[in-house]
């Protein structure tokens, strides 16, 4: 097999930012080839996404470009939320709109499957997010800010069978997170609110 390098960008979108029940979801920007968008309804809840830097230290919300990846070798990619504002206690939700040639690998058992919608699968992290779990043993990163939760998937993986000389572009893997205030919803119910937004970009 020619084992030649490859160039593949990856990126990650994100809502970043709350809704209150009965609230209007808006989108104060939208970047293409970022990992972030952000928006604010009310100033009760706000979450972050990004993911760890490809072949660097720290972690980055404006996506990563993947060089020299190969067929079948799996590689870090680990989009996770953060909850900066866990006194109000919020369902979570991570969407993710798989690449044909690019999938992710090692998911977290912490994120139950609710939905799928053509191209986009739609995750809820298993619990409400509030206050005590900074106090409790979750697998939670307690030095941030706020909840780190455990990232949706931790590798994604070109397919094996990917022939490197094809001029086919490769798909992003695109990901979205959204939360909203667990008061007065049923987990149906806050996904009703949030569904608009996370599944909007499938195709």
């Not at 990004?50 to 980055?60: F, V």
């Not at 070798?73 to 996770?80: G, M, N, Q, R, Y």
Request: net charge negative; glycine share 8%; no cysteine.
């Amino acid at each position: 097999m020619n084992k030649k390098k490859l160039g593949v960008t990856l990126g990650s979108l994100a809502l970043v930012g709350a809704i209150g029940f009965g609230a209007t979801l808006a989108y104060l920007s939208d970047t293409a080839g970022t990992l972030t968008n952000t928006f604010v309804v009310g100033d009760n809840i706000s979450i972050e996404l990004d993911e760890a830097k490809y072949n660097e230290t720290g972690r980055t919300n404006e996506g990563n470009e993947y060089t020299d990846i190969l067929p079948g070798v799996a590689f870090e990619k680990d989009p996770t939320v953060t909850v900066n504002t866990p006194t109000t206690e919020s369902y979570v939700f991570m969407a993710m709109r798989e690449s044909e040639q690019v999938k992710p690998t090692d998911f977290n058992k912490d994120w139950v499957f609710v939905d799928e919608v053509g191209s986009v699968k739609v995750y809820r992290y298993n619990k409400p997010v509030n206050n005590e779990m900074l106090n409790g043993e979750e697998d939670i990163d307690k030095d941030r800010k706020g909840i780190q939760l455990p990232a949706l998937f931790n590798h994604a993986k070109l397919d094996e069978n990917y022939d490197l000389d094809n001029e086919t572009i490769i798909e992003d893997i695109l990901v979205r997170a959204a939360a909203i205030q667990t008061g007065g919803l049923t987990e149906d119910q806050a996904y009703a609110q949030v569904k608009n937004f996370l599944v909007s970009f499938a195709r």
